[in-house]
């Protein structure tokens, strides 16, 4: 490999640097889904375990990327599920995967290379029948069952993901050299299956803008960091209402007693003076509120 082997996988997606910044929950995203899948395919399709296939992820691509592996000749299977936030999720079963489908459920179980004892590398180039144009009603039945029952198995990790709600499967038959119309945002990993005589792979599709957005908001929603302006607004101030002041002999201080009166040189109506934090800021009045002395402000304090 050159010294750019070292790159990290998302280098492939050639996306401007904010662009490739944003796009990094959505690949993070489609790789945990697709992984749930590749862990979980040899339980839904029990003939990988008799050919002793190993399924394995390949990298997460946009669909603009010209690394992105085409798909075999042939018809193709989508199936897709969607939330009403926008987001999706898809599979698609190319040519490849159909065939290797449709010989592992039906077909006669076939011997590994290793056990096939004086096999040639093309003896095996005539079993399977190729495809048409188009997929017959038999092969769409077949699809549809396993595609509903592989797509289940996507939806609580893009759900627990995503925090959405997934609605049923859509399934829809793409004829030879028809294309799924999945929009530019579309991100694509591949769930191969290895180890056997002809690798396949089943694709996985996710729209990247809504994952983006709803990672957004989440982040958001969880953010519990104060901004300057909450933490100002908390600051405890001190604000002080004065009624008059007054000076007294010390000899008189010392003789207050519990019930004497001081009495102000400011009349009860005149304007009282409230500072904050020791600065004049309001003129206010004596009024009584609820029972209680308390200062009605009219105007901003004048020097």
């Known amino acids: 490999m050159q010294s750019d082997s070292s790159q990290p996988d998302i280098v492939p997606l050639q996306l401007g640097a904010s662009e490739q910044s944003q796009s990094e929950a959505a690949l993070t995203t489609l790789t945990a889904v697709a992984s749930v899948l590749s862990k979980e395919l040899r339980r839904i399709l029990p003939f990988l375990s008799r050919q002793r296939a190993r399924s394995a992820l390949d990298t997460a691509r946009s669909l603009r990327d010209p690394e992105l592996s085409a798909l075999a000749e042939g018809p193709s299977f989508l199936v897709r599920m969607s939330s009403p936030e926008e987001l999706w999720v898809a599979l698609q079963f190319d040519g490849a995967a159909i065939l290797a489908l449709v010989d592992g459920l039906f077909g006669s179980p076939k011997p590994d290379a290793e056990d096939a004892e ?173 029972g209680q002395v308390a200062v009605k402000i009219h105007s901003r304090h004048q020097e």
């Open 118 to 290: 004086g096999a040639e590398p093309g003896d095996d180039d005539g079993e399977s029948p190729p495809l048409g144009d188009s997929l017959t009603l038999a092969q769409r039945a077949l699809l549809k069952r396993l595609g509903g029952d592989l797509c289940a198995l996507l939806r609580k990790p893009v759900e627990e993901q995503c925090k959405v709600t997934l609605g049923a499967p859509q399934f829809t038959t793409l004829k030879r050299a028809q294309d799924p119309e999945l929009g530019d945002d579309a991100l694509a990993i591949d769930c191969r299956l290895e180890n056997i005589r002809r690798p396949w792979f089943i694709r996985v599709w996710m729209g990247a803008r809504a994952v983006e957005r709803l990672a957004s908001q989440a982040s958001a929603a969880n953010s519990t960091a104060p901004t300057f302006g909450d933490v100002a607004l908390r600051i405890p101030v001190s604000v002080v209402a004065e009624l008059g002041r007054v000076t007294l002999k010390l000899s008189q201080v010392l003789g207050l007693r519990v019930g004497d009166t001081l009495r102000l040189p400011s009349p009860a109506n005149d304007p009282v003076l409230v500072r904050v934090e020791g600065v004049p800021k309001f003129d206010a009045v004596p009024v009584i509120s609820r």
